[in-house]
């Protein structure tokens, strides 16, 4: 084998490892943005991983007592418990938010953040002469 086949083998073999070690970090380490019914359909995937799980507050299912926070968020066919641990923003029934945190089971979701969209900044608003 001449040197420059050489040359262009190991260059080859080294982008391809690069390549393969990169997906595995992002795989391993990257969070993963989800649907409630994706979660809860294959939750031994997600399970052990940092999660985003995007879904609508059930109406009613918000209760806060001294110890925690809990809620329901909902897919299009499936629930999911969320139980936060942090800062609760405001929310209101049928909102669509995300959950970020990982799977205590296949149907509990224990949270660090909740994010929400502020509704004032996309409402239209119509003004009377």
């Known amino acids: 084998m001449n040197k420059k086949t050489r040359l262009a083998l190991t260059s080859i073999i080294l982008v391809i490892t690069i390549g393969f070690v990169a997906f595995q970090l992002l795989n391993t380490f990257g969070d993963v943005y989800v649907s409630v019914d994706a979660v809860t359909a294959e939750p031994d995937v997600y399970m052990g991983r940092t999660l985003q799980v995007k879904g609508f507050l059930q109406p009613g299912s918000l209760s806060v007592t001294s110890e925690n926070v809990t809620l ?39 949270a660090t953040n909740i994010l929400v969209q502020c509704p004032s900044k996309y409402e239209a608003t119509t003004t009377t002469p």
């Open 72 to 110: 329901v968020i909902a897919g299009n066919t499936t629930t999911l418990l969320v139980i936060l641990i942090g800062e609760l923003p405001d929310m209101i029934d049928g909102q669509e938010i995300v959950a970020v945190g990982s799977l205590e089971s296949a149907t509990i979701l224990r």
